[in-house]
């Protein structure tokens, strides 16, 4: 028993104060508070051109780090933190677009490509 606690009855009590304080506090060993992800969003993703699928095409939740790439049949499915949050679709060769969630649970989106004019290399 460590010297500072006289009985068995005082150790008890002290180490509910400590696991107590642990608990409150968040820290290893007490209960930690998760914010949770809690709307799915899923949908497609094709191209303007000939509206086939984008497979690789890059979708971000703005404002975090969470995003996810589409399938080979330009599919998605993320997890996001609100229904009113946005989603920001990248493609290399394809305009950058951002698609307000809205309270949508499927969202299918249309990228159109870029128009870049390359100058002849000599």
């Given at each position: 028993?460590?010297p500072?606690?006289?009985?068995?009855?005082?150790?008890?009590?002290?180490?509910?104060?400590?696991f107590?304080?642990?608990?409150?506090?968040?820290?290893?060993?007490?209960?930690?508070?998760?914010?949770?992800?809690?709307?799915?969003?899923?949908?497609?993703?094709?191209?303007?051109?000939?509206?086939?699928?984008?497979?690789?095409?890059?979708?971000?939740?703005?404002?975090?780090?969470?995003?996810?790439?589409?399938?080979?049949?330009?599919?998605?499915?993320?997890?996001?933190?609100?229904?009113?949050?946005?989603?920001?679709?990248?493609f290399?060769?394809?305009?950058?677009?951002?698609?307000?969630?809205?309270?949508?649970?499927?969202?299918?989106?249309?990228?159109?490509?870029?128009?870049?004019?390359?100058?002849?290399?000599?």
């Open positions: 028993m460590p500072f606690v006289s009985s068995y009855s005082s150790f008890k009590i002290v180490l509910t104060a400590v107590g304080v642990l608990l409150a506090c968040g820290l290893p060993g007490g209960v930690q508070a998760v914010h949770a992800q809690d709307f799915e969003v899923t949908g497609t993703v094709v191209s303007a051109d000939n509206q086939s699928p984008l497979p690789g095409v890059n979708i971000r939740e703005a404002g975090t780090s969470r995003g996810t790439v589409t399938g080979p049949d330009g599919g998605f499915s993320l997890a996001v933190d609100s229904p009113q949050d946005t989603l920001t679709f990248s290399i060769g394809y305009q950058t677009k951002t698609v307000p969630v809205d309270g949508r649970s499927e969202i299918r989106v249309v990228l159109e490509t870029e128009s870049q004019e390359l100058e002849g290399v000599v």
